[in-house]
């Protein structure tokens, strides 16, 4: 579509800037466990609009603050709410734009300095049926949580059952991929098959005792997502005396018992170190896990100690 005149919307369905030749949405659950992923946000706004994700992405893009920005095939396809080139432009065009208050936030942008963008996201979707069914029956829009694409959570903390990964359609029984923007998350991307509590669908629940590691994610990636706005992440120069300050306090200075527990070795150890690398999500939770405090406690008793 090569007009951007179908944005020129008369009504506004949330606070918006004049600056802005589009209205926005409001996006679900801020401050919450369940904030909305901002390419969750996108899809409904594209939706809203009548014009495809990529569309909308190139157009948010062209309003980059920086002129010389201009969107290419490089910068997509956006399909997660991850630390690439592409959202760090859309973020950066909606701040200006004043659309939604604190886009980032609605992202893992927050933590580039310290998390590896490397297997943090899933490719597949994931979904709890019974979140989706309750807010169809209470008259919501259903949408894509943030921490529901994070690779590791497995679980919905709030019903205590196994996130779905594919139709409960036993002739389809289909994956859901994350690049598909044709469809919306309650349904199908190949039979259209509701993706809530359905006549086909078993739910699995988990026994918290035998599942103790994966209560622990569910609960630290919730606590992460809801102090988000208000957390203070360390700098790229404040990482490398972190890791040592956790060796010392936690391991006594055993370096390779570090790197048994958080499942690395000390040669990417090394490479952390010197600034090459991140820490993966993986192995932080693993350190959150193994010391009993929280993933935000790791990072402020880092910081504050």
């Excluded at 466990?33 to 994700?53: F, I, K, M, P």
């Excluded at 290419?72 to 396809?77: A, K, N, S």
């Excluded at 200075?253 to 490479?271: A, K, S, T, V």
Aim: with cysteine.
């Amino acid at each position: 579509m090569n007009s951007i005149k179908i944005f020129e919307e008369k009504q506004a369905a949330y606070s918006f800037s004049k600056r802005s030749e589009f209205y926005a949405l409001e996006p679900i659950g801020i401050g919450t466990d369940r904030v909305e992923g901002l390419v969750s946000y996108l899809r409904r706004l594209a939706n809203a609009h009548n014009v495809t994700l990529h569309a909308l992405v190139s157009y948010i893009i062209k309003l980059h603050p920086n002129q010389s920005v201009y969107p290419t095939y490089m910068y997509y396809p956006i399909l997660r709410n991850g630390m690439s080139k592409t959202m760090g432009l859309v973020v950066e065009s909606l701040e200006e734009l004043r659309l939604i208050p604190d886009p980032k936030n609605m992202t893992m942008l927050p933590w580039k300095n310290v998390i590896s963008y490397s297997k943090l996201f899933t490719k597949e979707k994931k979904w709890c049926p019974i979140c989706l069914d309750e807010w169809k029956n209470n008259g919501m829009k259903c949408y894509e949580p943030l921490v529901w694409g994070i690779d590791l959570l497995n679980i919905c903390s709030r019903h205590n059952v196994k996130l779905h990964q594919f139709c409960s359609n036993v002739e389809c029984r289909a994956f859901q991929w994350s690049g598909y923007e044709n469809l919306p998350i309650e349904h199908c991307q190949i039979c259209n098959q509701w993706l809530g509590i359905n006549e086909n669908l078993e739910l699995e629940f988990v026994n918290k005792d035998l599942e103790e590691w994966n209560v622990w994610v569910a609960d630290n990636l919730g606590e992460m997502v809801i102090k988000i706005s208000n957390q203070k992440i360390p700098k790229n120069n404040q990482v490398c005396g972190i890791i040592d300050k956790w060796i010392q306090d936690f391991f006594q200075g055993d370096r390779r018992r570090f790197c048994y527990e958080i499942n690395i070795d000390n040669n990417w150890l090394q490479q952390i170190e010197r600034g090459k690398y991140r820490l993966s999500l993986n192995s932080l939770l693993l350190l959150s896990y193994r010391t009993k405090l929280k993933l935000n406690d790791l990072f402020y008793y880092g910081i504050e100690s």
